[in-house]
C-alpha cells in the first residue's frame, strides 16, 4: 500500500510539473505565466520528494531539508518577481 501511494504522489507531481507548463502556449501575460509555472512547480516537486519520502524513509532529514528548501525559495523567488514587476510598471 505505502509503495502505491509512493508512484501515486510521484505521478500527481508530474501531472503538476506539466500542467503548469501547459500555460506558458498562452496569450496571457508574462507574470501569470511565471505565477502559474512556479506554483504548480513547487506542488509538483512537493509532490515527488513526499512520494521519496514514503519510498525510502530512512532519508528523512534529507528529504524535509529538500521540502523546506523547495517552500522557502519559491516563496522569495515569487516575492522578488512581484517587487520588480510592480517597479517596472509604476516607472
Partial sequence: ????????????G???????TW????????LFKL???SV???L???AIVFGLLLKIPKELPLLLLALLSLAIW????GYVLAYC?????NQ
Fill in 35 to 37: 505565477h502559474t509555472l
Fill in 23 to 30: 500555460p506558458l502556449l498562452g496569450s496571457r501575460s508574462v
Fill in 74 to 77: 519559491n516563496t522569495i523567488l
Fill in 1 to 12: 500500500m505505502v509503495e502505491f501511494l509512493s508512484y501515486f504522489c510521484m505521478i500527481v
Fill in 44 to 46: 509538483g516537486s512537493i
Fill in 40 to 42: 504548480a512547480d513547487i
Fill in 14 to 20: 508530474l501531472v503538476f510539473w506539466f500542467w503548469g
Fill in 85 to 89: 514587476a510592480r517597479r517596472s510598471i
